[in-house]
């Protein structure tokens, strides 16, 4: 036995010795250009062709690793044997990922590629303002030789289309609000934002269904319009006008719209913005795929409807075109409820600086942005800020009409289309519409007895009857109203026709009289 330890180490002195003597004849520079002259032999013969995504380029996060390791998390969840588990903040779901030193194949218009997560030690630093992590990471693309003119580009980007979609499926969305007075957070950044938890849905929304189906559709022509607006030389944005009386479900679109594209929401409040050029700087920070709000645009400032404001006593117009797009009229000076004038530090928004801000140059900051009004009014709006261009799709939010009643019910009571008698249906169909309840009142009424719902739907029902039998009369004393309004119209319409009678016969009687005089 000692014999063969004495053997073994004498065989490790020899090894050693070579090894040693190798190292002493052939230098490192040597050793190190015959393995890179051996790597370039094998490559020239090698049928695949390789390419390494660093996690660190320099001193900067590579965007292509992140959204690689994105990638790869949609399909070695059902595939991988060990994975990487995480969860990011911002974050409704947990997110898998390659493990160390394990591959995956991935297969993009019928070529398949080999993805492989590297992770090495980092041997030492040099001095960096930056500490760099312990570890080096690295995806490795292999591609065959003839296949990489054919997919690599559009591979790459199809991998960074698809890295998005999942950041934004995956992380909460967020609801910004612009600072008050204009201030700037520790960022620089002009916006507040807080998670955005609303459950609203499309599928929750009490709405005619076919008018939700249109939306939907039309929401998602918008998304995935990117070459269509670039061919067409339009910039990609598009404007919604939400009117309708109080109560009908205006935010709630707006969360239902968010939801289904994944997008955040901009809530901009105009009685905080004092200028014109803070508009733009505003419309600056906000991001690609995002929402942007004014809501109660008719009371929030004073745009005044030009159509109803600039006539005067002749019926004709008191203000060129020029002076109401002046941003020094007082008349567009928006003072909103009770604010004042921007010289003493309150609002001073034009009608002008509103248009650009929706469909000017300063509009194309970013891309995939929509942009939503709310009114109550539509009346008291300019019309300027209603056309195609700014208000691409005007939606009206009605009454609650009886497809909306069914969705109501199935949300608050959960009653299905057979859970309810015929006759109570059909009594419902008849009185809803005249009833003019908006979707709110009726839900109240759902919620007060939502764990009885017998009595919630009869408690609903005496309250639509109700309700229709004042607007039957009501609309009975309107129509009286307006038949005597009519009537005390006529007789005005006659008196001034009769009035310019009865000055033509004091005239004459009062020239007989002189001429009489003068005769005498």
Not at 188 to 204: A, E, I, N, Y
Request: hydrophobic share 30%; aromatic share 10%.
């Amino acid at each position: 036995m000692k014999e063969y330890w004495t053997s073994v180490a004498s065989l490790l002195g020899v090894f050693a010795f070579c090894q040693t003597i190798l190292q002493t004849v052939f230098p490192p520079e040597l050793r190190y250009a015959s393995a890179k002259l051996f790597n370039r032999i094998f490559h020239c013969f090698s049928s695949y062709c390789y390419f390494d995504i660093t996690e660190i380029d320099g001193v900067n996060t590579n965007e292509l690793y992140n959204a690689v390791q994105l990638y790869l998390s949609s399909s070695v969840s059902l595939t991988g044997n060990r994975l990487n588990l995480t969860r990011a903040v911002n974050s409704s779901g947990f997110t898998f990922g390659l493990a160390n030193n394990d591959s995956i194949v991935d297969t993009f218009n019928g070529v398949n590629v080999v993805w492989e997560h590297v992770v090495t030690q980092r041997q030492g630093q040099s001095f960096s303002w930056r500490p760099l992590p312990d570890e080096k990471r690295g995806f490795t693309l292999r591609i065959k030789k003839k296949d990489k003119s054919f997919i690599l580009n559009s591979y790459l980007d199809y991998i960074m289309e698809k890295a998005s979609e999942i950041r934004r499926k995956s992380q909460d969305r967020l609801l910004y609000t612009n600072s008050r007075g204009g201030s700037l957070d520790s960022r620089g950044h002009p916006w507040d934002s807080v998670p955005f938890k609303h459950p609203s849905t499309f599928d929750t929304l009490a709405m005619d269904p076919q008018k939700k189906k249109e939306i939907m559709e039309d929401l998602q022509d918008f998304a995935n319009g990117q070459s269509f607006y670039h061919k067409t030389g339009r910039a990609w944005k598009r404007g919604y006008l939400l009117y309708g009386p109080p109560g009908t479900g205006k935010s709630s679109m707006i969360a239902a719209m968010a939801n289904y594209l994944g997008y955040d929401i901009y809530d901009l409040e105009l009685t905080e913005v004092h200028h014109n050029s803070d508009l733009r700087k505003l419309l600056m920070k906000t991001t690609s795929k995002s929402i942007i709000v004014i809501e109660d645009i008719d009371c929030s400032i004073s745009l005044p409807n030009r159509k109803n404001n600039n006539k005067n006593i002749n019926g004709s117009s008191s203000l060129s075109s020029r002076s109401y797009y002046d941003s020094g009229a007082p008349e567009m000076r928006g003072g909103g409820c009770g604010s004042a004038s921007g010289e003493d530090g309150g609002n001073s928004i034009t009608l002008s600086g509103l248009l650009n801000f929706t469909d000017g140059l300063w509009s194309c900051c970013g891309s995939e942005k929509i942009f939503v009004f709310t009114t109550n009014h539509i009346e008291k709006l300019d019309p300027a800020l209603l056309r195609s261009g700014r208000m691409d799709m005007h939606i009206f939010m009605s009454y609650c009409s009886f497809p909306a009643l069914k969705i109501l019910l199935n949300n608050y009571l959960g009653c299905e289309e057979g859970d309810l008698d015929d006759s109570v249906l059909k009594e419902l169909e008849e009185v809803v519409d005249m009833a003019r309840m908006t979707p709110a009142d009726i839900s109240e009424v759902l919620i007060k007895n939502r764990r009885k719902k017998e009595k919630a739907v009869d408690e609903l029902l005496e309250t639509l009857k109700l309700r229709a039998d004042r607007n039957e009369k009501n609309g009975a004393l309107r129509v009286k109203n307006d038949h005597e309004d009519e009537e005390e119209e006529q007789e005005k319409r006659a008196l001034d026709s009769e009035s310019p009678k009865l000055e033509s016969e004091i005239e004459d009687n009062c020239k007989e009289a002189e001429e009489e005089e003068k005769i005498k």
